[in-house]
T-cell receptor, first 110, second 113 residues
Framework: GQNIDQPTEMTATEGAIVQINCTYQ??????LFWYQQHAGEAPTFLSY????GLEEKGRFSSFLSRSKGYSYLLLKELQMKDSASYLC???????????FGTGTRLTVIP | DAEITQSPRHKITETGRQVTLACHQT?????MFWYRQDLGHGLRLIHY???????NKGEVSDGYSVSRSNTEDLPLTLESAASSQTSVYFC????????????FGPGTRLTVT
């Protein structure tokens, strides 16, 4: 079976740091994707983790612990344009499709 | 530049009508996917294809069909539209493997009245 949990909504202040968590229970788990989706737009790729540890990409970092079924997306130096939904998605061995969580809507306030 | 497009962007149709949503990608990607996105459910996979003549059912495939006659296109057909199929539909493509990111089209907002 597949289950991915993320908080529904989060609010953070401009310039601050926010961590968005994702827990998963996925049969045949392979790797974990993060996508960003602004309101009314398509999702766009942010990061991909297949090994344990932290991957840093500018202001965004993503972490994976395979043994704990846990990932997080870390956003630093928040900007107003970071207000969006952040989608966590798991890939499986033996398949090329993804299973998505329901997404976390982040609101950045001044 | 390579891209993925969807048409129409908005569609209103009546219950019982057949509707086809188009998806076209110019990346020459092998994998193509159709999702629907509804409040409280996130993105759910409808159908997917790993190459020409290959199609597979996703988790919410009832009432939908696809065909893949070439690499670039994966049209999604609603055989007999129902109000429960009112949603935003996204098409996506990826190159080859499960490690490749998916590129999403701009979406089609479908309303079934």
């Amino acid at each position: 079976g597949q289950n991915i949990d993320q908080p529904t909504e989060m609010t953070a202040t401009e310039g601050a740091i926010v961590q968005i968590n994702c827990t998963y229970q996925t049969s045949g788990f392979n790797g974990l994707f993060w996508y960003q989706q602004h309101a009314g737009e398509a999702p766009t790729f942010l990061s991909y983790n297949v090994l344990d540890g932290l991957e840093e990409k500018g202001r965004f970092s993503s972490f994976l612990s395979r043994s704990k079924g846990y990932s997080y997306l870390l956003l630093k130096e928040l900007q107003m344009k970071d207000s969006a939904s952040y989608l966590c998605a798991a890939s499986q061995t033996g398949a090329n499709n993804l299973f998505f969580g329901t997404g976390t809507r982040l609101t950045v306030i001044p | 530049d390579a891209e993925i497009t969807q048409s129409p962007r908005h569609k209103i149709t009546e219950t019982g009508r057949q509707v086809t949503l188009a998806c076209h990608q110019t990346w020459n990607h092998n994998n193509m996917f159709w999702y629907r996105q509804d409040l409280g459910h996130g993105l759910r996979l409808i159908h997917y294809s790993y190459g020409v003549q290959d199609t597979n059912k996703g988790e919410v495939s009832d009432g939908y069909s696809v065909s893949r006659s070439n690499t670039e296109d994966l049209p999604l057909t609603l055989e007999s539209a129902a109000s429960s199929q009112t949603s935003v539909y996204f098409c996506a493509s990826s190159e080859n493997s499960r490690d490749d990111e998916q590129y999403f089209g701009p979406g089609t907002r479908l309303t079934v009245t």
